[in-house]
Nanobody, 124 residues
Framework: QVQLVESGGGLVQAGGSLRLSCAAS????????MGWFRQAPGKEREFVAA????????YYADSVKGRFTISRDDANNTVCLRMNSLTPEDTAVYYC?????????????????WGQGTQVTVSS
């Protein structure tokens, strides 16, 4: 079992930045591929970014590429999402997710554990 707790969300003006963190507890964090997803009201949960075990490879949705950066710190059991140049279209609840078997995935159903989410609101 893995527990995931997101933090760092909030209200920011367009063009601003936020840094989301996800703290993991339970089983060995370094064994998990990690992902960030988001869900806006009335929309399906969508992929944002993912990072493989050992941080060898990162993946990004086209909509955030060049603006968001995912990173992980296995020593401190955390994964972060740095978000720059935010736009109102980035407004959503952001979730981190952990996947034990397989590589980092863009598909929500591939992940085994989820956090409770943190709200990000970008005002125009």
């Amino acid at each position: 079992q893995v527990q995931l707790v997101e933090s760092g969300g909030g209200l920011v003006q367009a063009g601003g930045s936020l840094r989301l963190s996800c703290a993991a507890s339970g089983r060995t964090f370094s064994n998990y591929a990690m992902g960030w997803f988001r869900q806006a009201p009335g929309k399906e949960r969508e992929f944002v970014a993912a990072i493989t075990r050992g941080a060898a490879t990162t993946y990004y949705a086209d909509s955030v590429k060049g603006r968001f950066t995912i990173s992980r710190d296995d020593a401190n059991n955390t994964v972060c999402l740095r978000m720059n140049s935010l736009t109102p279209e980035d407004t959503a609840v952001y979730y981190c997710a952990a996947r034990l078997w397989g590589s980092a995935s863009l598909i929500p159903k591939s992940y085994d554990y989820w956090g409770q989410g943190t709200q990000v609101t970008v005002s125009s």
